[in-house]
């Protein structure tokens, strides 16, 4: 197993484009999550899925935040029309339940300019 | 909610000197907690986890945390470190209900020879 995989590593984009970010969790975890990671602050949740199916969404997550799991394997994490205060890393983590612990992957560095 | 507060943003340490990471949780019935560690350009890894049972735990590199109930507080601590142990390292916390686990804002680690 090669654990959680992130892609891309880095993303620059300009203000105002979209971008999505791909996840692939350890293949027997049934659970994944999005965190976001700024500068001097801890993860923050964004969402999880257990399966396909997407259980929880945190307020932080606008509008323009959108995440998919088809078919319960890789999940996707698309930002529409970005901004700069959506500078970050963005984390994905897998498990199997909350008392295992997560598997997180190396993330994907955001910077909006 | 869950919260968590991870009282020392910055903690500088000589070598081979012990050290005491510091970490409370918000009240509730019964939780899991745990601690992670993120070494630089890595991504987050566990590094010890309370479910239940003794409250003190222990981890494979000599770091261990012990769970007070009645200060709600999972304090890590090392009794001598390495300029290995350099790191950011946070705290984690779910409820029994297995909701996604909540982080404090984390404490950075700095060994000096």
């Known amino acids: 197993d090669t654990g959680v995989s992130q892609n891309p590593r880095h993303k620059i984009t300009k203000r105002g484009q979209n971008v999505t970010f791909r996840c692939d969790p350890i293949?027997?975890?049934?659970?994944l999550y999005w965190y976001r990671q700024t500068l001097g602050q801890g993860p923050e949740f964004l969402t999880y899925?257990?399966?396909?199916?997407?259980?929880?969404k945190s307020r932080l997550l606008s509008d323009r935040f959108s995440a998919e799991r088809p078919k319960g394997s890789f999940s996707t994490l698309e930002i529409q029309r970005t901004e700069q205060g959506d500078s970050a890393m963005y984390l994905c983590?897998?498990?199997?339940?909350?008392?295992?612990?997560?598997?997180f992957g190396s993330g994907t560095r955001l910077t909006v300019v | 909610a869950q919260s968590v507060t991870q009282l020392d943003s910055q903690v500088p340490v000589f070598e081979e000197a012990p050290v005491e990471l510091r970490c409370n949780y918000s009240s509730s019935v019964s939780v899991y907690l745990f601690w992670y560690v993120q070494y630089p350009n890595q991504g987050l890894q566990l590094l010890l986890k309370?479910?239940?049972?003794?409250?003190l735990v222990e981890s494979i590199n000599g770091f261990e945390a012990e769970f007070n109930k009645s200060q709600t507080s999972f304090h890590l601590r090392k009794p001598s470190v390495h300029i290995s142990d350099t790191a950011e390292y946070f705290c984690?916390?779910?409820?029994?209900?297995?909701?996604?686990?909540?982080f404090g804002k984390g404490t950075r680690l700095s060994v000096i020879a």
């Open positions: 899925f257990q399966n396909e199916a997407q259980l929880e």
């Open positions: 293949s027997e975890h049934n659970r």
């Open positions: 983590a897998s498990s199997l339940a909350e008392i295992y612990g997560y598997t």
């Open positions: 984690a916390v779910s409820d029994s209900r297995n909701t996604p686990l909540v």
């Open positions: 309370y479910l239940s049972g003794s409250t």
